[in-house]
T-cell receptor, first 113, second 109 residues
């Protein structure tokens, strides 16, 4: 089983719908991240969380919200999806402290029609 | 805000040729990491550089961190078809990592 699990892996939805992408991890890491990948733009940070009570905005948080339900769970929500939110979304984790490598989930491909 | 630019965006090489990707930051970095993403896969950590002027090698891969800690490079010697994928640098400021735009490498057999 993967250490960082994302659900759903693929989702097609319509403009205006609410969508939640879920991430769970068994690595015991404190830090969790949501990134968005678009062709030619690399990976852009949406939100990051260093523990259950510490959530921070990243580069592109507008239109997104997150919830850290437990140390192992970090969810990303799109309250009202729009077509330019069509992308590949990655959850990642890292250990506490400087220089921890990021461990990525398999990704969630979201298409907004 | 912080930005990390990476060039080239694409590179096609013949198997056996060398490959280099460059990463440039708008500000001084705490450290830099490199990741590889295979087609259809997720990014996987390769290495981290912390010190000014640091050079690290992993078999055919050589990683460098600039003296000013604002740029970095990844060089692959004698590419193989298994090197295909997108290579990302990720620069660290305070507590977060900002990724470069990536270089997609194709290796022609």
């Amino acid at each position: 089983d993967a250490d960082v699990t994302q659900t759903p892996r693929n989702r097609i939805t319509k403009t205006g719908k609410r969508i939640m992408l879920e991430c769970s991890q068994t690595k015991g890491h404190d830090r969790m991240y949501w990134y968005r990948q678009d062709p030619g733009l690399g990976l852009r940070l949406i939100y990051y969380s260093f523990d259950v009570k510490d959530i921070n905005k990243g580069e592109i948080s507008d239109g997104y919200s997150v919830s850290r339900q437990a140390q192992a769970k970090f969810s990303l929500s799109l309250e009202s999806a729009i077509p330019n939110q069509t992308a590949l979304y990655f959850c990642a984790t890292s250990v506490r402290g400087a220089g921890g490598e990021l461990f990525f989930g398999e990704g969630s491909r979201l298409t907004v029609l | 805000g912080q930005q990390v630019m990476q060039i080239p965006q694409y590179q096609h090489v013949q198997e056996g040729e060398d490959f280099t990707t460059y990463c440039n930051s708008s500000t001084t970095l705490s450290n830099i990491q490199w990741y590889k993403q295979r087609p259809g896969g997720h990014p996987v950590f390769l290495i981290q550089l912390v010190k000014s002027g640091e050079v690290k090698k992993q078999k055919r891969l050589t990683f460098q961190f600039g003296e000013a800690k604002k740029n970095s490079s990844l060089h692959i010697t004698a590419t193989q078809t298994t090197d295909v994928g997108t290579y990302f640098c990720a620069g660290r400021w305070t507590y977060k990592y900002i990724f470069g735009t990536g270089t997609r490498l194709k290796v022609l057999a």
